[in-house]
């Protein structure tokens, strides 16, 4: 039962972001905030798949403690892939809200998220052990977090400022997904069942990839009219 589950939303989520970022692609401006924002969903949908997939075949079949390395390049990929992911969120918001010269956001946001992928390169990861070590989980996603923090202020604060309603939900939802991804992090080796919250955090996920579509299709509803 929990394979059929599991592998029906990893499906559910894998065809949700990928379509939404090729319909973003092919109806926006180039160079356009909307453009960017589909390229974003690709990119979540891609790297993500890179995991959920040996995952589903893994638990579909003989189980996932054989197939540790396919699930730790999955791993791997997704990390790198969810900091490029956050880098292009703040290119989006930097386009939506006019933002041309931010040096020294530009060195926060780049800087953390340079961090964090040299760090997920470090062989003590153990990306390919069934059980890596826990506190190099927590070290990788410091900057990670603090990538995330930083794009949860400049939501919250650009959209108070500019009472941007389309994107009023935008801080929210990035909040979720750490909220819900940090225990994971943390307990889920010791407590298996924590892992679940994978699936709200994926949630989240689509739901900013949803916003971006929503605010897509009023912006070209009102150039039309």
């Known amino acids: 039962m929990r394979a059929v589950f599991e592998t029906s939303f990893d499906i559910l989520y894998l065809t949700f972001v990928t379509v939404i970022g090729i319909l973003m692609i092919k109806r926006s401006r180039p160079h356009s905030q909307y453009r960017l924002f589909g390229w974003m969903a690709i990119v979540l949908g891609a790297g993500d798949a ?7 075949y893994a638990i579909c079949t ?11 390049v999955g791993k791997w990929i997704t990390s790198i892939t969810m900091t490029i992911f956050y880098v ?9 809200y006019g933002m ?3 040096p020294k956001l530009n060195a926060l946001v780049y800087g953390l998220a340079l961090v ?3 760090l997920c390169m470090f062989p003590q990861n153990e990306w ?6 826990i506190v190099w989980g927590i070290i990788r996603n410091v900057p990670f977090a603090l990538l995330g923090a930083v794009i949860i202020l400049l939501f919250a604060w650009k959209v108070k400022e500019t009472r941007d309603r389309a994107f009023r939900w935008m801080a929210l939802t990035i909040v979720l997904s750490f909220a819900f991804y940090i225990p994971v992090v ?9 892992g679940m919250l994978m ?12 916003i971006g579509y929503e605010a897509m299709k009023k912006s070209r509803l009102h150039s039309v009219s």
């Open 186 to 194: 943390l307990w889920a080796e010791k407590i298996p069942m924590i």
């Open 100 to 102: 041309k010269k931010t």
């Open 50 to 56: 890179f995991h959920l997939i040996p995952r589903a």
């Open 199 to 210: 699936i709200p955090k994926t949630c989240a996920y689509m739901w900013t990839i949803w």
């Open 128 to 133: 390919l052990n069934a059980h890596p070590p």
């Open 116 to 118: 964090r992928i040299v």
């Open 88 to 96: 292009l969120l703040f290119e989006v918001w930097k386009k939506r």
């Open 62 to 72: 003989t189980g996932l403690e054989n197939y540790t390395a396919a699930l730790g």
